[in-house]
């Protein structure tokens, strides 16, 4: 709880309080080629120095973190992760030969968490292993299928005059990074152990707290808090990235003390599946042959919770909802309500789904609206507003009543939020919003306890979809 103090913004007068934690992250789209990038104007430490990020990805791909160097042209240092969810750190002369690598043989393949992840570099030791030091989630990596350790007093092409350093891609333009990153920093002078960024908390889960040591000439400190200058340094060296690609809408507030929903890029089709983009909130579905659209990374069995999907486009319709089996339903390519414990409304419509048959409910919708799902599992009932307007007069406050409910749902199940199109072989594209949208937002609505960012008011008693209100709620 010390260690938490520093975000102390309390949002309710409830015991145990909570702290509200405002800080942000950065989401990358590989797609639009995302980056940030500075070249120093001096040597700092070249043997001695620590980076420190959060990560979440997006999809399992091969993702440059950071880099130093450019590829075939200057010595180049990178810090990535491989297509097969290994990590590599390697340093490399201007020649392009190998003068260390270090794999790991554990993975990191999960799409729903923050990886805490801390390489510290120290060539003037005597030891080898010690020269290059790795750490996830506050415990030192051990195990590598490939381990070359760079020679005693290497100068590696950090901290070099000159030498450009890269955030989210390998400089020259490829290996973009598709996912977000958070609390970024770089030691110059260094080699540190990653309790200077993380603690342990009270639920034994690793947690970020503030950096309170020196930075040294090159050292950085990316919090990604001004969001019409996300490459400024926090720190005192003003050490400033150019940002390229980013925008606004880009700064999040998924973090890993407060790790939003997205949809999960994991769980689909075999064949035919949508395709994800904007931190696994944007889902196009596949327009040969599919329905399926994403399922929401969190699951719930109680409690009571609240999401916003924009249509930004379709060529047959779009179905909002959840689903109890989200599984079977990527496996079959089902849409929302075709399956048993599937529960959705249509946009052609108006008309809501369960179990493959439809019946009068609601409204049509289109391009641009906005459908908000209100979902109640203490009374396991579900409610759908467009554009704020609750279909069919509902009251999500109502509680047992249900009054204006679409369905009374089965009990016994952890239910997910859940999209897709209504008309196989057509296509649909979608936003989803569980508190950290990818599009802008006019009003800005949060949750009782101070999260998300919602174009319409949350009912009372409902909350985003996040790892902070689910230890409380779900």
Excluded at 274 to 290: A, R
Aim: include cysteine; proline fraction near 3%.
């Amino acid at each position: 709880w010390q260690q938490e103090e520093q975000y102390e913004a309390k949002v309710n007068d409830t015991w145990p309080q909570r702290p509200l934690f405002t800080t942000k992250s950065l989401r990358f789209n590989d797609g639009s080629s995302d980056y940030l990038n500075r070249t120093p104007s001096g040597d700092g430490n070249k043997r001695t120095f620590t980076f420190s990020t959060w990560l979440k990805i997006s999809t399992i791909k091969e993702h440059m973190f950071f880099t130093c160097g450019v590829y075939s042209s200057t010595s180049l240092m990178q810090f990535y992760l491989n297509a097969n969810g290994t990590l590599t750190m390697s340093q490399e002369n201007s020649s392009g030969s190998i003068q260390s690598t270090i794999t790991t043989t554990q993975v990191f393949r999960d799409v729903s968490a923050w990886y805490h992840l801390v390489i510290a570099i120290d060539t003037t030791q005597g030891t080898s292993s010690n020269r290059v030091k790795l750490y996830v989630n506050g415990t030192q990596v051990t195990s590598f299928s490939t381990a070359t350790y760079p020679s005693q007093n290497l100068d590696f092409a950090c901290n070099t005059s000159g030498v450009i350093n890269t955030i989210g891609n390998r400089s020259g333009g490829s290996f973009y990074l598709d996912g977000y990153l958070a609390e970024t920093i770089l030691v110059d002078g260094q080699a540190l152990a990653p309790t200077s960024f993380g603690v342990t908390n009270s639920d034994g889960v690793w947690t970020p707290i503030t950096y309170t040591g020196t930075f040294g000439t090159n050292g950085f400190n990316l919090q990604f808090e001004d969001a019409s200058s996300l490459g400024t340094d926090s720190s005192a060296n003003g050490n400033n990235f150019t940002v390229n690609n980013l925008t606004s809408i880009d700064q999040s507030t998924d973090y890993p003390v407060v790790n939003f929903a997205t949809l999960n890029s994991l769980n689909t089709p075999t064949s035919n599946a949508p395709t994800f983009s904007e931190g696994n909130l944007k889902t196009v579905t596949n327009g040969s042959d599919g329905n399926f659209g994403g399922t929401s990374t969190i699951g719930v069995s109680q409690g009571k919770w609240y999401a916003e999907f924009k249509f930004i486009s379709t060529s047959g319709g779009m179905q909002v909802g959840i689903t109890g089996d989200p599984s079977n339903d990527a496996r079959l390519n089902n849409y929302t309500g075709e399956n048993s414990l599937g529960y959705s409304v249509y946009s052609g419509n108006g008309n809501k789904y369960n179990n493959g048959s439809g019946s009068s409910f609601g409204v049509t919708w289109g391009a641009n609206d906005i459908i908000g799902v209100a979902l109640d599992l203490n009374n396991h009932k579900i409610y759908f507003h467009k554009n704020g307007t609750y279909m069919n007069s509902g009251d999500p406050t109502s509680g047992a009543t249900g009054t204006g409910s679409a369905f009374n749902l089965t009990t016994g199940y952890d239910y997910f939020f859940s999209i897709s199109d209504g008309n196989s072989g057509a296509s649909s594209t979608i936003d989803a919003n569980f508190g950290s949208p990818p599009y802008s937002i006019s009003s800005g609505n949060s949750d009782g306890n101070g999260y998300g960012n919602f174009e319409y008011a949350v009912p009372s008693g409902y909350y985003a979809l996040n790892t902070a209100n689910l230890a409380e709620f779900g």
